[in-house]
């Protein structure tokens, strides 16, 4: 199982973008998936994540800015993100839930600045 993010890049403070992740190989399409990110010094922080059921879930640093979606068939999750500030740059990782332990995507950068 693989997972590619893919979205990331040079936006302006206000502006949005959409990160994506794909997943290939046998994985649910409704496993569990989470984003997190990474600023260099600091901690992973967990932002958003979704159940199965489609429950979500959001961090308070982003609530009401990011949104996280999916598309089941194309077994690809989404964090939606709007309003972003430059304490936003960072990179994003997305997770998801596989056979009681998680695998993560390779990263993609986020950056925000005038």
């Known amino acids: 199982v693989q997972l590619q993010a893919s979205g990331g890049g040079l936006v302006q403070p206000g502006g949005s973008l959409r990160l994506s992740c794909t997943a290939s190989?046998?994985?649910?399409?409704?496993?569990?998936a989470a984003w997190f990110r990474r600023v260099p010094g600091k901690e992973r922080e967990f932002l958003a994540g979704?159940?199965?059921?489609?429950?979500?879930d959001y961090a308070d640093s982003v609530k009401g800015r990011f949104t996280i979606s999916r598309d089941i068939a194309k077994k690809t999750v989404y964090l939606q993100m709007n309003s972003l500030k430059p304490e936003d740059t960072a990179v994003y990782y997305c997770?998801?839930?596989?056979?009681?332990?998680?695998?993560w995507g390779q990263g993609t950068l986020v950056t925000v600045s005038s």
């Open positions: 190989g046998t994985i649910s399409s409704t496993a569990a």
């Open positions: 997770r998801r839930a596989y056979y009681g332990s998680y695998v």
């Open positions: 979704i159940v199965g059921g489609g429950t979500t």
